[in-house]
């Protein structure tokens, strides 16, 4: 199902005052534009693509939904894109440092392609850099419009969301699910410590339950009353998380983060923050 929502204070003119912030995985593309002055969202679009993780087939239909959209032939301000890819993983930052390597080292734990750009980003507050990769014909898709691009994933979205979690919400331990289309991350903290960031592969919700029932109580954690913070793809009527409470204590969560008023009332009382919160996220 396509999501298209625009604001009326929205004006292509004053495109180079706005943040264009994408979103891409091989399952669906998804934009916003947020307005610095007034510190709203102004526009939300979802497409939904459905190709069976064929690279070649993908680039054609984003170039297709590209070339309808007028706003992809307008400057920015700042553009951001996010890569949603389950291709990533932490490593020690000092380890970082050895650029030599660390394609190889991804390689070892997910299937790289040769044609694949390789991406870090060193998170100083954790101690970590986060590792993943991005088809070149998606960079240089972007790049060849917009000139200068912003390239994240959705581990260095989360995580920095983790570290804001931990310092507001002043607790020590906490779950965090991210559901894509077809996978989904988990990340855990344990005594204010980085215990679990990883991503697994889904068909049915019922494995989206396993996992994540067996990664806390591989840590110890089935039987408290842990805050698991709940954001991406939510089943009608919250089966999702509706199915995780029939198995373990927690407290469902849908806001990961606030939202302040002034951002767009009326945007997330059509489509609720969870439901794009790393494509919000990435603006602040």
Same mark, same amino acid.
């Given at each position: 199902?396509?999501?298209?929502?625009?604001?009326?204070?929205?004006?292509?003119?004053?495109?180079?005052?706005?943040?264009?912030?994408?979103?891409?995985?091989?399952?669906?593309?998804?934009?916003?534009?947020?307005?610095?002055?007034?510190?709203?969202?102004?526009?939300?679009?979802?497409?939904?693509?459905?190709?069976?993780?064929?690279?070649?087939?993908?680039?054609?239909?984003?170039?297709?939904?590209?070339?309808?959209?007028?706003?992809?032939?307008?400057?920015?301000?700042?553009?951001?894109?996010?890569?949603?890819?389950?291709?990533?993983?932490?490593?020690?930052?000092?380890?970082?440092?050895?650029?030599?390597?660390?394609?190889?080292?991804?390689?070892?734990?997910?299937?790289?392609?040769?044609?694949?750009?390789?991406? =870090?980003?060193? $998170?100083?507050?954790?101690? &970590? %850099?986060? +590792?993943?990769?991005?088809?070149? !014909?998606? *960079?240089?898709?972007? @790049?060849?419009?917009?000139?200068?691009?912003?390239?994240?994933?959705?581990?260095?979205?989360?995580?920095?969301?983790?570290?804001?979690?931990?310092?507001?919400?002043?607790?020590?331990?906490?779950?965090?699910?991210?559901?894509?289309?077809?996978?989904?991350?988990?990340?855990?903290?344990?005594?204010?410590?980085?215990?679990?960031?990883?991503?697994?592969?889904?068909?049915? =919700?019922?494995? $989206?339950?396993?996992?994540? &029932? %067996?990664? +806390?109580?591989?840590?110890?954690? !089935?039987? *408290?009353?842990?805050? @698991?913070?709940?954001?991406?793809?939510?089943?009608?009527?919250?089966?999702?998380?509706?199915?995780?409470?029939?198995?373990?204590?927690?407290?469902?969560?849908?806001?990961?983060?606030?939202?302040?008023?002034?951002?767009?009332?009326?945007?997330?009382?059509?489509?609720?923050?969870?439901?794009?919160?790393?494509?919000?996220?990435?603006?602040?």
């Amino acid at each position: 199902m396509e999501i298209a929502y625009t604001s009326k204070l929205f004006s292509l003119r004053h495109s180079s005052e706005y943040k264009l912030s994408i979103q891409v995985s091989l399952n669906g593309f998804s934009f916003c534009v947020y307005d610095f002055k007034r510190e709203s969202f102004l526009l939300l679009k979802y497409f939904p693509i459905d190709v069976d993780n064929n690279l070649e087939y993908f680039i054609k239909e984003l170039e297709g939904i590209i070339k309808k959209e007028e706003l992809f032939s307008h400057k920015f301000k700042q553009v951001n894109l996010i890569y949603s890819t389950p291709n990533s993983t932490i490593i020690p930052e000092e380890l970082s440092k050895k650029t030599e390597g660390l394609k190889d080292f991804l390689g070892f734990q997910h299937a790289i392609d040769e044609f694949d750009e390789l991406h =870090q980003v060193i $998170l100083s507050q954790n101690n &970590i %850099s986060v +590792l993943f990769s991005i088809p070149s !014909a998606i *960079t240089n898709l972007f @790049v060849n419009i917009f000139g200068e691009v912003n390239f994240t994933n959705q581990y260095t979205l989360l995580l920095n969301l983790a570290q804001e979690i931990l310092e507001k919400e002043n607790i020590s331990e906490f779950c965090l699910i991210n559901k894509n289309e077809v996978f989904f991350d988990i990340i855990i903290f344990k005594d204010k410590k980085l215990e679990l960031c990883n991503s697994f592969n889904y068909i049915t =919700q019922n494995d $989206l339950v396993y996992y994540s &029932i %067996s990664a +806390l109580k591989n840590l110890g954690l !089935a039987e *408290t009353d842990i805050p @698991v913070y709940y954001s991406g793809i939510l089943r009608e009527k919250g089966q999702d998380t509706q199915m995780l409470n029939k198995f373990i204590q927690v407290f469902i969560k849908n806001e990961p983060y606030q939202i302040k008023p002034n951002y767009n009332i009326e945007l997330f009382d059509k489509y609720p923050p969870y439901y794009f919160t790393l494509l919000y996220f990435v603006n602040f």
